[in-house]
């Protein structure tokens, strides 16, 4: 029970978060390396149309791109939430906490 209530808290906390600037592509964080672009698609497209999934399985993290901003914006409401679809990035047998927010662009590196 206190395990339930401390993620139930932590989620709360991360959907508080800023998301940051509206943008087509969202960040994802909090899933296992052994997610399948299959399974963010089946997810996310509940969201919308989805142009293009670029998956990081290494690190855990994926950036999905829609095709409209009112499809990213209902995504990154997902922010927070426990999804039982996607495995978690420290127990492959347990749902992912997930952290959801708008993509930034990469700064250009300075030479």
Not at 32 to 52: E, M, P, Y
Not at 53 to 80: H, M, P, Q, T
């Amino acid at each position: 029970l206190a395990a339930q209530q401390a993620t139930q808290a932590r989620a709360h906390v991360n959907s508080q978060q800023d998301p940051g600037t509206p943008a087509n592509k969202i960040f994802v964080a909090g899933i296992h390396q052994q997610t399948t672009r299959d399974q963010l698609d089946h997810v996310f497209s509940a969201c919308g149309a989805i142009k293009n999934i670029l998956l990081l399985a290494r690190k855990g993290i994926a950036f999905i791109e829609f095709d409209s901003l009112e499809s990213s914006a209902e995504a990154v409401k997902y922010n927070g939430w426990t999804c039982s679809l996607l495995p978690s990035s420290n127990d492959p047998t347990e749902p992912a906490l997930l952290t959801v927010k708008y993509a930034t662009p990469r700064q250009p590196q300075r030479r």
